[in-house]
Every structure is written in C-alpha cells, then in structure tokens.
C-alpha cells in the first residue's frame, strides 16, 4: 500500500540554522508533492509545492528538493527563528488519486 | 473571505449519540473533504466530494456519512458515536481534485471527544 514516512521525533535546531525535514514514501508515483505547516489547534496551511518534472523549488528562506529516484523531498528552512516551530506535514498527489498526508515532523527552533 | 470555516470548534458525545458536523467554503472551490487527524496517524481521509452532487467514500468511512448540500457546504454526520471516533476532524477544499496540483485549504478543525 501507499505510504509516506517522516520522521515522528522532534527537531530542535538552534534558531539562525537551517532546518531540514525529510519525507520519504513507497509504492508511489506522485505528480507532485506538497509541503504543509501546521500550528497547534489549527489546521494545515499550504507552503510550497513541487512537481515530479522538478528539482527543487525555493520560495523566501523556504527550499523543497524532490528526487523521484530516492523517492524522498527534503524541506529546509533557512536562518530559522523561533516563528518557525510548528509541525510540517508532507503530501503527495497526482491526477489520478487523491492526495494522502503524512503524519508530520513537530520542528522547534530554540532562541 | 472566511476561507473555509467549521462547526463546532468542540463537542463531547456519549456512546451511540449522534451529530453532524458542518463545514462551508466561499472559495467557490468544485471539491470537499472530510479528514481526520490522530496523533501519529496523519490525516486520513473519511469521505470526499469532487464536484457537488458527488460523494465518495475515503480510507477510513466506517461508522459516517456525508451530504454535499451545495457548493458551498459539506456536513459529517457519526449516527452513533463511538470512542474509537474520539479525533479532531478537518474539513478541507479545492479547486478540482483533479487538477494537477490539488492545494488544499483547511478548516479550523473539530476537536470531538466520544465517552
């Protein structure tokens, strides 16, 4: 069956270090992949996302690689601050199943 | 816009009870979902609507239903509640699931808690 693996412990990264979290997955071919960020008590919040076609993807201190032949992305976040501690959950999707979530990496950046 | 918003934020059932949980969108987004959300569980997918007037069972039906009353508005009903329900449940839309990158926007969440 599909599945999509991040890691369950906690980072603590040092604030002004860059963070990076990783989503593998298995028995998949997704067209794109999705990267969410979520605060306690609330629901997800889209970030960034990348399609199968590309390498790597920034946007601000944010920057998604996707390699479909390790079958992983990682997600980095550069010069962290503490705003940047929340939970990131990983997705995945293509046109011809919906998309499935994986059950997220909780990222604390201390000061 | 309120984006997407649901009802209620909280709820405490008894085994058997029921209830319906509501979810809207002033997106004018095509597709709806019903996920919920344990901890390292992820989100699973309870049902989903693509377009109005179509309902589709997900990962994890057993034990609720959906209707699409509109465009704008998708409710979760648990006939009869049981712990095993206990979650936060998430409502969600976009545009067309099918399109090629399906960004989803989330509702508040429900935290239910079944005795």
């Known amino acids: 069956s599909q599945k999509i693996e991040q890691n369950s412990e906690a980072l603590n990264i040092q604030e002004g270090k860059t963070a990076t979290l990783t989503c593998n997955y298995t028995n998949y071919s997704p067209a794109y992949l999705q990267w969410y960020r979520q605060d306690p008590g609330r629901g997800p919040v889209f970030l960034l996302l990348i399609r199968e076609n590309e390498k790597e993807k920034r946007k601000e201190r944010l920057k998604v690689t996707f390699d479909t032949t390790l079958k992983q992305s990682l997600f980095h976040i550069t010069a962290s601050q503490p705003a940047d501690s929340a939970t990131y959950l990983c997705a995945l999707g293509s046109s011809a199943s919906k998309i499935i979530f994986g059950s997220g990496t909780r990222l604390s950046i201390r000061p | 816009n309120a984006g997407v918003t649901q009802t209620p934020k909280f709820q405490v059932l008894k085994t058997g009870q029921s209830m319906t949980l509501q979810c809207a969108q002033d997106m004018n987004h095509n597709s709806m979902y019903w996920y919920r959300q344990d901890p390292g569980m992820g989100l699973r997918l309870i049902y989903y609507s693509a377009s109005e007037g179509t309902t589709d069972k997900g990962e994890v039906p057993n034990g609720y239903n959906v209707s699409r009353l509109n465009k704008r508005e998708f409710s979760l009903r648990l006939e009869s509640a049981a712990p095993s329900q206990t979650s936060v449940y998430f409502c969600?839309?976009?545009?067309?699931?099918?399109?090629?990158?399906?960004?989803?926007?989330f509702g508040p969440g429900t935290r239910l808690t079944v005795l």
């Open positions: 969600a839309s976009s545009v067309l699931w099918t399109t090629s990158t399906d960004t989803q926007y």
